[in-house]
């Protein structure tokens, strides 16, 4: 028999700034022991020299993880000009330069609409998809040659903030499995002088913003103290952007055990991903139909 896990039963989300030079999956680790939670998973990796927001789930709040993880993402990057590395970013080996003419504002500018909208992305040979099985990373570290398909990428922003002699700040706005790297990597050939991202910042993810971020310090100066719990977001708070289907108690108990129920009120239209609550706490994650709400996901709370 397997070892149970220990830990207490608390769900919500933390919204950590996160710090560059350090994984997704530690971070994660960090929070469930600073919390000594029993449950908990992250909403969208960042690489580990990527900062800012990493949502943190625990407890009821990871079987809504999918749910952020298919919202919209807000970055902002840099992009350097001139070289072109293993890793599409500046710790990867440099694998070739080019000594043309920088791109102007009006050149980046220009080329930025192939990016917006649905596009085609092929993602970073050291990246996590999967290649018959195992991690691109893994073989791409190994020596392996690694090619990746390109894969279907919505972009709603895509927009200059700011050029430099050498690099180009930008913000992108994109839909679920968008590589940041590969935006850099692919302008820099179009713009025929080469490019990797210099820094990134992931800026908001889904309802979560940076400024509600709590920096690694913090989680560790207050781990296991009722001030960390109290920096805790509720689990309805990932469920912001999703319409609401309210339902009464005993609607509630028919979701609870998997089965359809009566909607009192709702904004959502038929087909909808949406949440049941009851009392302002939400019951489950799933979908309106015809004044019905069928759950995906129950909640046991």
């Known amino acids: 028999m397997g070892r149970r896990r220990k830990g207490r039963e608390i769900s919500g989300w933390l919204v950590v700034d996160k710090p560059a030079g350090i994984g997704s999956t530690d ?25 800012g927001v990493l ?11 999918s749910s952020i993880t298919d919202m919209l993402k807000a970055y902002e990057f840099e992009v350097r000009w001139g070289a072109e590395t293993a890793t599409d970013d500046a710790s990867g080996e440099v694998l070739e330069t080019s000594s043309e003419a920088r791109p102007t504002a009006d050149a980046i ?6 990016y917006r909208g649905d596009i085609m992305q092929v993602p970073p040979a050291f990246s996590a998809v999967k290649v018959d099985g195992q991690r691109a990373y893994d073989l791409a570290r190994a020596g392996e040659e690694v090619e990746l ?3 279907d990428l919505y972009v709603d922003e895509l927009t200059l903030v700011e050029t430099r002699p050498d690099a180009a700040t930008l913000r992108l706005v994109c839909g679920k499995g968008g590589y ?16 990797h991202v210099g820094w990134l910042r992931r800026v908001w993810s889904g309802p979560f913003e940076v400024a509600d971020g709590v920096t690694l310090d913090r989680i560790e100066d207050l781990a296991r103290t009722p001030e960390l719990d109290a920096l805790l977001l509720p689990v309805e708070t990932g469920l912001a952007d999703l ?5 009464t108690e005993m609607a509630a108990t028919r979701i609870r055990n998997g089965n359809p129920a009566e909607v009192i ?14 009392g ?12 019905h709400f069928h759950p995906s996901r129950v909640l046991n709370r």
């Open 280 to 291: 302002g706490l939400a019951v489950a994650l799933g979908h309106y139909r015809a004044g």
């Open 149 to 151: 398909e390109a894969r």
């Open 243 to 247: 319409p609401e289907c309210r339902v």
């Open 265 to 278: 009120s709702s904004d959502a239209e038929f087909g909808d991903l949406a949440w049941a609550s009851q």
């Open 27 to 51: 971070i994660v680790n960090k929070v469930r022991w600073a919390f000594d939670a029993k449950k908990a998973g992250h909403a969208g990796t960042l690489d580990p020299d990527a900062t």
């Open 109 to 114: 500018e220009t080329a930025l609409p192939t």
């Open 180 to 195: 940041v790297r590969s935006i850099a990597r692919d302008l820099g050939r179009d713009l025929s002088c080469l490019g």
């Open 55 to 65: 949502v943190v789930a625990l407890g009821e709040a990871t079987k809504l993880v």
